[in-house]
């Protein structure tokens, strides 16, 4: 399975707009982390949207949190990036015409479901302050 940095990137972005507490461009943020300022503009355009963060357009434009860090969870940034949860694109195996694997697949979907409701359990308990004090700790 191919592992997605897109949650990743916004919580990272995120996490520079909560320590600067400002607007700032996505130019700024992509230095900050090492990412394309595109790449930026194009995840604060979903931050945006979910009403996660404040951004304005043009030369003077900029972005900055919409919330505390303390009220914003994890849950509401994976959301906003991905209208997926991550276990429901998999797809049972091609073409069984094997009842035991018909019987296999149905189960299996049952396990990726209850894996899916254990993620966004996790995350909606994560609040972006949490990540960010954590990461503070283990430097």
Not at 33 to 48: C, D, E, G, K, W
Not at 113 to 132: F, G, W
Request: glycine share 6%; net charge positive; charged share 25%.
């Amino acid at each position: 399975m191919k592992t997605d940095t897109k949650f990743a990137v916004a919580t990272h972005i995120m996490a520079v707009l909560a320590f600067v507490d400002k607007e700032v461009s996505a130019t700024f943020i992509g230095e900050q982390i090492s990412i394309n300022p595109v790449v930026v503009r194009r995840t604060l355009s979903l931050l945006n949207k979910a009403g996660l963060v404040i951004s304005k357009h043009g030369p003077n434009g900029g972005s900055k949190l919409r919330a505390h860090p303390s009220k914003v969870l994890l849950i509401d940034i994976y959301n906003a990036i991905h209208k997926v949860r991550p276990f429901d694109r998999i797809q049972g195996f091609p073409k069984s015409t094997c009842d035991e694997g018909r019987r296999i697949d149905k189960v299996l979907f049952q396990v990726y479901s209850q894996t899916n409701d254990a993620m966004e359990s996790v995350l909606a308990k994560t609040s972006l302050k949490a990540v960010i004090d954590r990461s503070l700790k283990n430097k």
